[in-house]
């Protein structure tokens, strides 16, 4: 198993990852970020991802869809849902299609830092958060 | 992971369901039996909780004032025990104020509808006409009270995942599909649904304790913020708000209250006229 | 095995449950199966039979008797094509046309009226507000029908064996439900459950028969001994009677016919 978790965070909101990428990276992670949905999933296609992270609404191609895609192709990725128009309809959807975990916006660095650190011992990786 | 919710048209095929359904997946069940401590916390008998959940106020009886407060300590008990996992809740209206949170199963079972009036016509010596139509004004009672509780019509289907009715399928038959639906990934507990889940336990916290002073006063959390709206004069306003943040910051987990308070114009109207 | 009735709000996916139910347990699929087969049987423009078991009917449709009719020839074409078990109807009250058969499975499928409003507007290109207005428009018949006809209110969930909230979950998921629970001993065909569907079967022909002559008969069978009961009028029951002998050659399974003028209608009777 690598040493570093290898994260892909997929948000149209530039500020998202700007805000994220330091504390994943403090957490020993190797992030890629990206706004862009379709070059996310040319990523996604080159390389498996531990851990995706991925906004729900965005133009073009939706989250679930990104969700989708990655399990598909690797269905050891946890792929973790974030949004900031949380239902419960569109949750209970995620976690149907395979999501790891659903989280509505706002949260702290923190908050996603815990929830990586969960994904991360599920796959079998420690990680002190 | 999941909760079940039961509700049923009897307390007694909803409180065996639930068991049933507790036992065949090793979940513990809240019902009932938590109303106790929540008396002994609020220091009244439990049996005015236990008549608050189907009794509605009246002139003669409980003031429409104590039986929301009473409302409000039952689902502030109930609310704390759900934040655990793997439960099965029923016979504390669960299912009319545990909205909106994803890893909730929320089903109702519907009684077979020859046992009830077998049951009555053995029981007081009355014919099976008489004994449907007395089931069915218990029903519309139920009803009346689910209304006025909660603004939620409990028979309303619309308000369930799923409906049982038993009579021709069994009560095992019942537990089986309630045990294979909640093991669907879709009812399994991620962050949002937990904090959904927390905040509906906070903000009826909160709730429990400011509505003998501030009855009519509505709260809802979200991650710590509480939001919490009350009617006053006025005059009065300023002041209640200041004593409804003291009150609420002290409650643990609570970070910032916002208070809007809403022009009491019944109040002001009664008291221009003296 | 079971007889499996699926009722729903308009575009509420019921449809969808209903022939995926039907393809995976290799039953038969029937909803507008029903309008065809009692058009070519009774001889009435499909047209007429979609608007009379559509619209609820009004009062002058109580007086006139055209309604019932239309509707009589429904439930008699309805009950012919489920007699043969293994199959899923969709359509317009099942668990009401098909009430007293044991091995019937009712199931009732909903939706949230924004899910419905939106699935309507792609399936029709229209705008919301139309969508929404054709849609509660709709239910509102639907409603009105089952209450007229039946005094039961088609949104009472204690009408059926199961509910399900289709948003909740997804249409495999309400397909498992449908299929499990037809799995149960309770909706497996017995001798005496086949009985109670061929006597059901059989007074709604008789009814269908006869329903011009007075839209009030009723009709009721056990073992194929056939009960008509009609007002108390010399003139109908003479009438009645004489349509009566042609049915017993005309009809399988009937044993005898009676025509009982002014006898209290027992419930249960078609």
């Known amino acids: 198993m690598p040493e570093r978790l290898s994260v892909?965070?997929?948000?149209?909101?530039?500020?998202?990852?700007?805000?994220?990428?330091?504390?994943?990276?403090?957490?020993?992670?190797?992030?890629?970020?990206?706004?862009?949905?379709g070059q996310a999933l040319q990523r996604i296609a080159g390389k498996d991802f531990d851990i995706v992270v991925t906004d729900i609404r965005m133009d073009e191609?939706?989250?679930?869809?990104?969700?989708?895609?990655?399990?598909?192709?690797?269905?050891?990725?946890?792929?973790?849902?974030i949004t900031g128009y949380a239902m419960m309809s569109v949750a209970r959807e995620a976690m149907e299609k395979g999501a790891f975990d659903f989280i509505s916006k706002p949260f702290s660095p923190d908050d996603l830092r815990s929830v990586i650190a969960k994904a991360a011992q599920s796959l079998g990786y420690s990680m002190d958060v | 992971m999941p909760v079940i919710i039961i509700s049923s048209d009897s307390y007694q095929t909803g409180r065996e369901i639930a068991g049933s359904a507790a036992k065949a997946l090793g979940y513990d069940t809240i019902g009932r039996e938590i109303l106790g401590k929540a008396a002994d916390k609020y220091k009244l008998p439990?049996?005015?909780?236990?008549?608050?959940?189907?009794?509605?106020?009246?002139?003669?009886?409980?003031?429409?004032?104590?039986?929301?407060?009473?409302?409000?300590?039952?689902?502030?008990?109930?609310?704390?025990?759900?934040?655990?996992?793997?439960?099965v809740c029923q016979g504390l209206a669960a299912h009319l104020y545990v909205l909106g949170v994803p890893h909730v199963l929320r089903v109702r079972i519907l009684s077979d509808?020859?046992?009830?009036?077998?049951?009555?016509?053995?029981?007081?010596?009355?014919?099976?006409?008489k004994a449907s139509k007395l089931l069915e004004r218990e029903k519309q009672a139920s009803r009346r009270w689910s209304l006025e509780a909660f603004r939620l019509d409990?028979?309303?289907?619309?308000?369930?995942?799923?409906?049982?009715?038993?009579?021709?399928?069994?009560?095992?038959?019942?537990?089986?599909?309630?045990?294979?639906?909640?093991?669907?990934?879709?009812?399994?507990?991620?962050?949002?649904?937990?904090?959904?889940?927390?905040?509906?336990?906070?903000?009826?916290?909160?709730?429990?304790?400011?509505?003998?002073?501030?009855?009519?006063?509505?709260?809802?959390?979200?991650?710590?913020?509480?939001?919490?709206?009350?009617?006053?004069?006025?005059?009065?306003?300023g002041k209640k708000a200041k004593a409804i943040k003291e009150m609420a910051g002290k409650i643990p987990g609570v970070e910032y209250v916002e208070v809007h308070v809403i022009n009491d114009f019944l109040r002001q109207a009664a008291e221009s006229f003296r | 095995m079971a007889i499996i009735t699926i009722s729903r709000g308009s575009y509420s996916k019921g449809k969808e449950v209903a022939e995926r139910a039907t393809e995976r347990l290799g039953y038969r699929c029937i909803s507008r199966e029903v309008i065809l087969e009692a058009s070519g049987i009774y001889h009435i423009p499909e047209i007429k039979l979609v608007k009379a078991i559509h619209d609820a009917p009004s009062v002058l449709d109580r007086f006139g008797g055209g309604k019932l009719a239309y509707i009589a020839y429904y439930k008699s074409a309805l009950a012919r094509l489920v007699r043969e078990d293994n199959v899923v109807?969709?359509?317009?009250?099942?668990?009401?046309?098909?009430?007293?058969?044991?091995?019937?499975?009712?199931?009732?499928?909903?939706?949230?009226?924004?899910?419905?409003?939106?699935?309507?507007?792609?399936?029709?290109?229209?705008?919301?507000q139309d969508a929404r207005s054709m849609i509660l428009k709709d239910d509102l018949e639907r409603r009105k029908w089952t209450q007229s006809l039946y005094g039961a209110d088609p949104w009472d969930s204690s009408l059926y064996d199961l509910v399900v909230h289709i948003d909740r979950f997804t249409v495999s998921n309400a397909v498992d439900f449908v299929c499990e629970a037809a799995a149960l001993d309770q909706f497996r065909t017995t001798a005496e459950s086949q009985?109670?569907?061929?006597?059901?079967?059989?007074?709604?022909?008789?009814?269908?028969?006869?329903?011009?002559?007075?839209?009030?008969?009723?009709?009721?069978?056990?073992?194929?001994?056939?009960?008509?009961?009609?007002?108390?009028d010399d003139r109908l029951a003479r009438k009645v009677r004489e349509k009566v002998k042609t049915l017993d050659s005309e009809l399988e399974g009937v044993n005898n016919i009676e025509v009982h003028p002014g006898v209290p209608i027992p419930p249960g009777a078609v």
Not at chain 2, 113 to 129: A, C, T
Not at chain 2, 158 to 173: A, H, K, M, T
Not at chain 2, 190 to 214: H, N, P
Not at chain 3, 102 to 128: F, G, Q, Y
């Open chain 1, 61 to 81: 191609i939706d989250g679930l869809q990104v969700l989708e895609e990655v399990l598909k192709k690797s269905p050891r990725t946890k792929v973790i849902m």
């Open chain 3, 89 to 128: 109807y969709h359509g317009l009250a099942g668990h009401l046309l098909l009430k007293g058969v044991p091995h019937v499975l009712k199931v009732r499928i909903i939706a949230d009226l924004a899910d419905r409003v939106r699935d309507e507007m792609k399936r029709e290109r229209i705008n919301e």
């Open chain 3, 195 to 232: 009985q109670k569907m061929d006597d059901l079967a059989l007074a709604s022909q008789v009814k269908a028969a006869l329903v011009n002559l007075s839209p009030d008969v009723a009709v009721a069978s056990e073992y194929g001994n056939v009960l008509v009961f009609v007002k108390n």
């Open chain 2, 46 to 87: 439990e049996a005015k909780l236990t008549k608050a959940l189907h009794e509605t106020p009246s002139f003669l009886g409980m003031s429409s004032k104590l039986w929301k407060q009473y409302l409000a300590y039952v689902q502030e008990a109930c609310l704390s025990e759900l934040l655990r996992d793997n439960v």
């Open chain 2, 113 to 129: 509808v020859e046992k009830p009036v077998n049951q009555l016509v053995s029981q007081r010596g009355i014919s099976p006409d």
């Open chain 2, 154 to 237: 409990e028979t309303d289907p619309s308000q369930y995942d799923l409906v049982i009715g038993l009579s021709q399928i069994d009560p095992e038959e019942a537990v089986k599909i309630i045990k294979e639906t909640v093991g669907y990934a879709r009812f399994r507990a991620m962050t949002y649904s937990i904090q959904c889940m927390e905040d509906l336990a906070l903000a009826s916290k909160v709730r429990a304790m400011l509505l003998e002073r501030f009855p009519g006063a509505r709260v809802s959390a979200n991650r710590g913020t509480l939001v919490i709206e009350t009617l006053a004069l006025k005059r009065e306003k």
């Open chain 1, 8 to 37: 892909l965070l997929l948000d149209d909101e530039p500020i998202v990852g700007k805000r994220l990428k330091p504390a994943l990276a403090k957490l020993g992670c190797d992030v890629e970020i990206f706004e862009n949905p």
